[in-house]
Nanobody, 121 residues
Framework: QVQLVESGGGLVQPGGSLRLSCAAS????????MAWYRQAPGKQRALVAT???????NYADSVKGRFTISSINAVNTVYLQMNSLKPEDTAVYYC???????????????WGQGTQVTVSS
């Protein structure tokens, strides 16, 4: 069993900052990449940022220069530092991990329960 637990969401004013955290635990053999997605009301879930086990990162155009994804492989944790937040960043943010639970098994996608981020004055 694999669990991803997110924390750090909340209400922030435009221009403010928040830091999201996500810790993966349980039966994990190897994590290949971790990512953050978000889903705004009435919209599909969309990729925000990814980080591979080798440290390569990728960002959605809408958050480049404002958000930073990082990870600590030794503790299977990923962070999302969000600066200069805008009302359009309001969404439920989901943590994702692509991992293998056992040696020799193909990687699968695992999801956290989501954390609400609201940007409003």
């Amino acid at each position: 069993q694999v669990q991803l637990v997110e924390s750090g969401g909340g209400l922030v004013q435009p221009g403010g900052s928040l830091r999201l955290s996500c810790a993966a635990s349980g039966n994990i053999f190897s994590i290949y990449a971790m990512a953050w997605y978000r889903q705004a009301p009435g919209k599909q879930r969309a990729l925000v940022a990814t980080v591979t086990s080798g440290g390569s990162t990728n960002y959605a155009d809408s958050v480049k220069g404002r958000f930073t994804i990082s990870s600590i492989n030794a503790v299977n944790t990923v962070y999302l530092q969000m600066n200069s937040l805008k009302p359009e960043d309001t969404a439920v943010y989901y943590c994702n991990a692509r991992l293998s639970a056992n040696w020799g098994t193909p990687p699968g996608d695992y999801w956290g329960q989501g954390t609400q981020v609201t940007v409003s004055s």
